[in-house]
């Protein structure tokens, strides 16, 4: 799958343990709490569905997502913070909900930080919808943040 968009060719490909040095790079750009190359190792090790979104050779973003019956949950997507607010994060979400319905899933859950405003508004545009709250799920800088749990129906 390829696509053109803002006059960047992208495609994807499936993220390897040679790349995870770069998708760590990534992630600890865009996070403050960010994943460790040991997470990605484990998901690859684990067979998750891991794709990264690639304009020649610069990671653009990717997704991690588990497979489930009829169902497949998103653990990671994320954009590299240069390529933000130019859509791609939509790309790799149309990504995911088509390799989602090849593996016959009714729906896509998510997780995603109460204080991640930016990312609820790109998953409600989308068409996700709020469903639930996890009390003190991720890591926060002085104790634990709530996580909302959202989900797409396929």
């Given at each position: ?15 390897t ?18 994943w ?28 991690v ?90």
């Amino acid at each position: 799958m390829s696509a053109v968009f803002k006059s960047m060719e992208a495609g994807f490909e499936p993220m390897t343990e040679p790349r995870l040095d770069e998708v760590v790079a990534i992630e600890r750009r865009a996070y403050a709490h960010p994943w460790t190359r040991g997470n990605f190792a484990d998901s690859l090790r684990s067979g998750y569905q891991a794709q990264l979104l690639v304009g020649g050779e610069t990671i653009i973003g990717y997704f991690v997502a588990m497979q489930g019956v009829d169902e497949v949950h998103l653990l990671n997507i994320t954009v590299d913070p240069a390529h933000q607010g130019l859509g791609w994060g939509r790309v790799l979400l149309d990504a995911l909900a088509l390799w989602a319905r090849q593996q016959h899933a009714q729906w896509l859950w998510l997780e995603v930080r109460t204080s991640n405003l930016r990312a609820q508004q790109v998953y409600q545009r989308y068409g996700y919808r709020r469903v639930g709250e996890r009390r003190n799920y991720y890591p926060a800088e002085h104790g634990r943040e709530d996580a909302i749990v959202m989900s797409y129906r396929l």
